[in-house]
Nanobody, 121 residues
Framework: VQLQASGGGLVQAGDSLRLSCAVS????????MSWFRQAPGKEREFVAG????????YYGDAGKGRFTIAGDNAKNEVYLQMNRLKPEDTAIYYC???????????????WGQGTLVTVSS
């Protein structure tokens, strides 16, 4: 199973971006996929997760309020809509699938390569 994240880029504060993550080479065992982010010098941080089967989102502190996670079970894809972006949202955003334990912990069976989001002030 491989995850391919895309959609990052350089934007200005207040802009929006939509990240996508596609699964290929197999199926996700638990149908649970999440987004994490990691800023330079910081630990990987949970943004949001979702069950593709039950369409039930869950947000970490980093994702509450301005971000929306959505999934397409038929396509095996997950999306992260990010609105009103701030410079502190600058990070590499990773998608992940099949958590080994708690959703918020960065312990997943599969990880995408990451997509860079840079927000200028």
């Amino acid at each position: 199973v491989q995850l391919q994240a895309s959609g990052g880029g350089l934007v200005q504060a207040g802009d929006s971006l939509r990240l996508s993550c596609a699964v290929s080479g197999g199926t996700v065992r638990t149908s649970v996929m999440s987004w994490f982010r990691q800023a330079p010098g910081k630990e990987r941080e949970f943004v949001a997760g979702i069950s593709l089967t039950f369409d039930s989102p869950y947000y970490g502190d980093a994702g509450k309020g301005r971000f929306t996670i959505a999934g397409d079970n038929a396509k095996n894809e997950v999306y992260l809509q990010m609105n009103r972006l701030k410079p502190e949202d600058t990070a590499i955003y990773y998608c992940a699938a099949d958590p080994r334990g708690r959703l918020e912990q960065p312990e997943y069976d599969y990880w995408g390569q990451g997509t860079l989001v840079t927000v200028s002030s």
